[in-house]
């Protein structure tokens, strides 16, 4: 409920409150602090959490769910899209793990991207 109260005048407040998350927090608020982070343009504090994700949790889907969250993160606010490729690659690896929908989406944002450093095979 906190989270979706969140607007300019709460932002820092709500942010604050996920800050201080203990390690053992369920996966969803470490989930809900990435995305704030992502929502206040702090995007390596946002990436940061989704590779603790991605490293640290036994759940091989939310573990995927955060890789793709990382690859999104290098492909637009990095602007990386060679490394963002190889984040895809590696869940390409485990597809199983994500919906076709999402890896779908994952491709096709690879394929359209047209910022900085476009210049990768397809």
Do not use: C, M
């Not at 490394?83 to 199983?96: C, H, M, T, V």
Request: aromatic share 8%; net charge positive.
């Amino acid at each position: 409920e906190l989270y979706k109260t969140r607007n300019d005048t709460t932002a820092s407040d709500i942010e604050n409150s996920f800050t201080s998350l203990s390690p053992s927090a369920p996966i969803i608020a470490k989930f809900l602090q990435a995305s704030l982070y992502s929502k206040a343009r702090k995007y390596t504090l946002a990436k940061q959490v989704n590779n603790l994700i991605s490293a640290q949790v036994l759940d091989p889907k939310s573990a995927a769910r955060a890789k793709l969250n990382i690859f999104y993160q290098t492909l637009y606010n990095d602007k990386q899209p060679v490394q963002a490729a190889r984040i895809l690659n590696e869940i390409l690896k485990n597809s199983e793990l994500s919906t076709p929908t999402e890896l779908s989406l994952a491709k096709h944002a690879l394929n359209t991207y047209t910022g900085p450093n476009t210049q990768i095979k397809r």
